[in-house]
């Protein structure tokens, strides 16, 4: 039972796994000396979108970076040995989890200075439409993002050459502790401004991963058939402080009211997508528990193989700066 | 005198120049929460509300050309960046506007003052993006003032003296500084750019040095005092302009250099000072200068190589028992002040 609907569900729950056991490991034993921007309550943009794409597809995110790429299908082991600083880890212990990168799997790469990665991924998506290849690329950008003077000059750019880049914004309506309503207008939305660059956009429910599949499949279509970019407006909510493994909600951080937090937990995208399954899977709530469980034995492994790694050789410190100039 | 730590100065500082002169804002990402930019934005923001200090979007570009905007137009903005990375994004405001506002237009018309902190230095992994600390980078353009305060007192006599002088600052503070004590006058005194500080006085040695690295030259200089070296530590505390006297009074004096800085060494601070002793007083020197910079990569996450890449008190003890001729001894490995950070970013 893990093909189609199931199988998106099924990435959820990994994810939703793999991440709180990190968050665990984070919080309790201090480790993992990278700045973490979990994406728990999220699951369903990365899930719905990369699921989408073909293994001929890229992918770039920003800094909320972990679920983008496992839904990619990146390697669980070289993200948590980044984590952990090792030298197994996806970029050597160089980058940590703000730096993840697989390209092997068309995880092209994330990156934390607000809006950067958005170019990037036009960029790569019209290198791939002047060779001639059907492949397409898509970028994770916040809300947040969406105020930087590049998002809006790569939606220009990517409408004026048609490029096939599908622009997915996770709107989880916060920049850290800004609310949303006091950094962009209220009655204009992001969809509005990709549309008024001539970009095709849609909005759909961020927690529910069977739509957010189907749109990303007609915005990749979209792409792949010549006709230049697309934008999705992903409505979401992340759980967890905006860094770090913590809730904030019930600190007295402010921001956020614990009621509406909580009104967002209960429309958990997992929880929708189980309930939604139920009618044809009756036993679906078993099905999701041995997912857990199996998950749980998955990362539990992940970490120990992390911690058991070496640290990158300290005499390689500048290896990688430059390309090796031969002596 | 009252003891604050360098946050409190710098809140200090600015909350008095803000109740002083109408004119002054407060501009920058999250400038309103609750942590208030490592505290020093909190008591201005309880006082003077949102009116002055404004939580802006995610747009550093637009905000240091609003900035210029309002300056030319005699308000005086304080903008905040708690990462200087991010101020690559406003570099151009402020490099091909602020800096050159007054010149461009003929020098008569009045000049923009725009004042913007960023915040420099490492954390726990903070990687190659968000640790920087690109003080040179601005230093490099005429025009614009680049002070690094080192204690609480120059922290907030340095922000008086931005806040209330005609010229575009950036001023930097490393985040390891914040929590530093020192004794910091009550009243808002300026302390004037172009102006170092003997931080403490020696003989057979000078280590120049700016922002944190002024406390691991001190913490240097207590060991090698141990090992009968007696260092002079220079705090130039402004870049820009820079106090060449000051470094060559006591160059001249000890006859040997170490610089020491928080970023690269090609093109950076410690070129900046060698360079102005060649020019100076090229025959004081009884040694090669010896620089203590970064390594030529981009700042690792991984903690060993994080441990490697960055300088510390170890490495100025090191560099200036070479340049006495003394051998490396093992000496107790020095903590670094950074090393107090306990998380968890
Ligand atoms: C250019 C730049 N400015 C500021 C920051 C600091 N910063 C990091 S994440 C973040 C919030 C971004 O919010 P959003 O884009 O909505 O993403 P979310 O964290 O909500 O997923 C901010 C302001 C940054 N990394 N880069
Ligand atoms: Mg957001």
């Known amino acids: ?327 | 005198m009252r003891t604050l730590t360098y946050w409190q100065a710098i809140s200090e500082a600015t909350v008095q120049c803000m109740e002083a002169d109408e004119s002054i804002f407060i501009a920058g990402e999250g400038v309103d929460d609750i942590k208030g930019t490592f505290g020093t934005t909190k008591e201005a923001y309880a006082r003077f509300g949102a009116n002055r200090v404004i939580d802006v979007p995610n747009s550093e570009n637009a905000t240091a050309g609003f900035a210029v905007g309002a300056a030319a137009c005699g308000l005086r903005p304080l903008l905040v960046h708690t990462r200087a990375d991010f101020m690559f994004l406003a570099l151009d405001p402020l490099v091909n506007l602020a800096a050159k506002w007054r010149y461009m237009y003929g020098g008569d018309k009045g000049g923009v003052p725009v004042v913007t902190r960023g915040v420099v230095g490492r954390g726990w992994g903070q990687g190659a993006t968000h640790s920087q600390s690109p003080h040179a980078t601005f230093a490099h353009y005429a025009g614009l003032y680049v002070a690094a305060p080192a204690s609480p007192a120059d922290a907030k006599g340095l922000l008086v003296q931005a806040l209330t002088g005609d010229t575009p600052v950036v001023l930097v503070e490393n985040r390891n500084l914040y929590p530093l004590t020192g004794e910091v006058p009550a009243g808002a005194t300026a302390i004037p750019f172009g102006v170092g500080r003997i931080a403490r006085r020696g003989a057979d040695v000078t280590v120049v040095a700016t922002s944190l690295m002024v406390h691991e030259a001190e913490r240097a200089a207590v060991q090698l005092a141990e090992q009968g070296i007696s260092v002079e530590v220079v705090d130039v505390r402004s870049l820009r302009p820079l106090d060449d006297r000051i470094i060559c009074e006591s160059v001249a004096r000890t006859g040997r250099l170490v610089v020491a800085d928080t970023s690269w060494a090609r093109y950076g601070f410690t070129a900046e000072v060698a360079a102005v002793v060649a020019e100076h007083i090229p025959h004081a020197l009884t040694a090669p200068i010896r620089r203590l910079a970064l390594p030529d990569c981009p700042a690792p996450v991984s903690w060993p190589l994080e441990e490697a890449f960055h300088p510390g008190a170890g490495g100025i003890v090191e560099a200036c028992l070479q340049l006495c001729g003394q051998a490396p001894g093992d000496l107790p490995a020095l903590a670094d002040v950074a090393a107090g950070f306990q998380g968890p970013y």
């Open chain 1, 1 to 327: 039972m893990t093909s189609g609907r199931a199988q998106l569900l099924r990435d959820m729950v990994r994810i939703r796994v793999v991440e709180e056991t990190l968050a665990d490991y984070y919080r309790d034993e201090q480790q993992m000396r990278t700045p973490t921007h979990f994406s728990i309550g999220q699951e369903a943009t990365a899930v719905g979108v990369c699921a989408a794409t073909t293994s001929q597809d890229l992918v770039f995110t920003a800094h909320r970076s972990h679920a983008p790429y496992l839904a990619k299908g990146g390697d669980l082991k070289a993200m948590v040995a980044e984590l952990y600083g090792k030298q197994a880890g996806c970029a050597h212990g160089r980058g940590g989890s703000i730096h993840l990168v697989d390209r092997a799997v068309g995880f092209g790469g994330s990156a934390a200075i607000l809006g950067e990665m958005i170019p990037v991924a036009v960029g790569a998506a019209w290198a791939f439409a002047r060779s001639g290849r059907p492949r397409a690329v898509a970028t994770f950008f916040g809300d947040g993002a969406t105020e930087e003077g590049v998002f809006a000059e790569s939606l220009n750019l990517a409408s004026v050459h048609r490029v096939p880049v599908v622009f997915v914004c996770e709107n989880n309506l916060y920049s850290i502790s800004s609310p949303i309503g006091a950094r962009q207008p209220a009655g204009s939305t992001i969809q509005d401004r990709a549309e008024a660059a001539g970009v095709t956009a849609a909005r759909v429910d961020g927690n529910d991963v069977f739509a957010v599949y189907e749109a990303a499949q007609r915005a990749l279509r979209h792409c792949r058939e010549g006709n230049g970019p697309y934008l999705l407006e992903l409505a979401t909510y992340r759980w967890r402080e905006h860094v770090g493994p913590g809730f904030d909600h019930g600190q007295d951080h402010g921001y956020r009211p614990v009621r509406e937090t909580e009104a967002w937990m209960a429309r958990c995208p997992i929880v929708r997508a189980t309930e939604i399954l139920r009618e044809q899977h009756p036993d679906i709530d078993r099905t999701v528990a041995e997912w857990s469980a199996q998950y749980g034995d998955e990362i539990q492994r992940a970490v120990v193989y992390a911690k058991e790694q070496p640290f990158p050789d300290v005499d390689a410190l500048l290896d990688g700066a430059y390309h090796p100039v031969p002596r």
